[in-house]
């Protein structure tokens, strides 16, 4: 049967999510460098060589994109704030077209009866504070702090939630140590110091806002659930390391002010100095949750390998264009653990999609391998509510196909199909689908 608006609790918010760098166009409204564009200029780190100094050019469309979320029945907008367009050196100045451009964008979803969603950082970290160090200098945290300031100052008190981080486990690991992101680096100390830096910058940025009179302040974390191989201790153990890897030094980190003792074991060589006496500003209470999910992985021991010593397996389920396995059993488990974890705290689905390769047939674009994704989660987050957890919003990532990082333009998550070359949106069946599903009857 198919699910409606009215399978949910009164108040359970629909949305839909994008993200700054992915959509706007870096080039427009004096928007400064950020460390995306020098790593998309280097050979061999971004599919095509592509970047998003034009991406969607939102900057002068998001009229009309706010529009495909009103006429979709959404009842909330996540946005993010680029740092590097409101600061365009990181500090100093700020830039007035970046601001106004937000402060517009704000009044837009307002006057279009949607509530914003604000994230503060979405990875596009300004080139001059890269120069720095970046999330390896411990002054980035002072740095976000001044910027989360700024920002809040034009448009703070008008929007619904305000989230610091978006997927510290991304802005740490995945491009300190494994080098698939923006700054690209594959250096252990690099990774530990920005695992413990994104923290303490989130932390920063809560500190700050409590002081301006915020009560609507989260993080958005990202989850990965982690599988065995087979029944073997040793790849239970694998699997117990990357959880601890992916999932548990952020959230734990944040919930109850420690790190995962195993863990903080291999990595402590690599802390900084003092580390300890800044988990009590890491781990000060949120007033929501963000929890982003898409996909499972398997994992094996891989005894001949470098620390930590496990690999990746094939799974057998059906997979996105990502190559990611739909598996919407993890999307339940890690509602139901952010639920124990934090106590009962107000949780939002703040991101979850998937890629396929959308093509437009006729002027319309089918896409029901989407649609059915959309369903499945869906019924996850169902299956949480009905067994106790605060879940009380989902947002689908996301509005638009985008900048997908370093796929470049690739991979296609949108509801609506863009076409790069004219930027013409045209809306896919899943977006029909939703906007049925979340009619008002």
């Known amino acids: 049967m198919a699910l409606t608006r009215n399978d949910f609790p009164e108040g359970f918010l629909f949305g839909a999510a994008t993200a700054a760098y992915q959509i706007e166009g870096a080039r427009f409204g004096g928007c400064g460098s950020s460390h995306w564009d020098s790593f998309a ?27 495909l979320l009103k006429d979709g029945n959404f009842d909330a907008y996540r946005f993010s704030t680029s740092w590097a367009r409101v600061l365009p050196e990181g500090r100093g100045k700020p830039n007035p077209e970046g ?40 002054d980035v945290a002072q740095w976000f702090g001044d910027f989360t300031e700024v920002i809040d100052a034009r448009i703070g008190d008008r929007v619904a939630r305000i989230a610091t981080i978006n997927e510290p486990w991304c802005v740490a690991w995945l491009s300190h140590f494994l080098g698939v992101h923006a700054p690209g680096k594959r250096d252990i100390r690099a990774a530990t110091r920005a695992m413990h830096h994104v923290l ?21 974390l ?81 005894p001949g390998a470098p620390w930590p010593a496990t690999k990746q397996v094939e799974g057998h389920l059906p997979k996105t264009q990502s190559g ?75 509005l638009l196909d985008n900048y997908e990082w370093a796929e470049g333009y690739e991979k296609r998550f949108g509801l609506v199909h863009v076409d790069y070359e004219t930027q013409v949106r045209t809306p896919k069946a899943s977006y029909h689908h939703l906007a049925r599903m979340l009619e008002r009857r």
């Open 41 to 67: 200029r280097t050979p061999g780190n971004v599919a095509g060589a592509e970047d998003g100094s034009l991406a969607c050019d939102h900057y002068h469309h998001w009229e009309a994109d706010l529009d």
């Open 99 to 138: 601001l106004d451009f937000y402060d517009r964008l704000v009044d837009g979803i307002l006057e279009r009866g949607l509530k914003p969603f604000q994230t503060l950082y979405h990875w596009e970290l300004p080139s001059a504070l890269a120069d720095l160090g970046g999330w390896e200098n411990r």
């Open 200 to 220: 303490l910058a989130h932390g920063t940025a809560v500190q700050r806002l409590r002081a301006r009179g915020r009560d609507n302040l989260g993080v958005v």
């Open 222 to 302: 990202n989850f990965d659930f982690c599988d065995p191989a087979s029944n073997a201790q040793e790849d239970w153990k694998a699997a117990d390391l990357n959880d601890q890897i992916f999932n548990r030094w952020y959230i734990e980190g944040i919930t109850r002010g420690a790190y995962p003792p195993e863990l903080l074991g291999a990595l402590a060589p690599h802390m900084p100095e003092g580390w300890q006496d800044d988990m009590g500003l890491i781990s000060q209470e949120l007033d929501w949750l963000g929890v982003n999910y898409y996909t499972r992985h398997i994992h094996a021991a891989d």
């Open 324 to 398: 990611w396995e739909i598996y919407p059993d993890g999307l339940y488990h890690f509602l139901m653990r952010a639920h124990e974890e934090t106590g009962g705290l107000p949780i939002f689905v703040t991101e979850n999609g998937m890629a396929w390769d959308d093509r437009i047939e006729n002027g319309a674009v089918p896409d029901p391998e989407r649609e059915a994704y959309i369903d499945r989660h869906l019924a996850a987050v169902r299956m949480a509510l009905a067994d106790g957890a605060n879940v009380q919003g989902f947002f689908y990532w996301s």
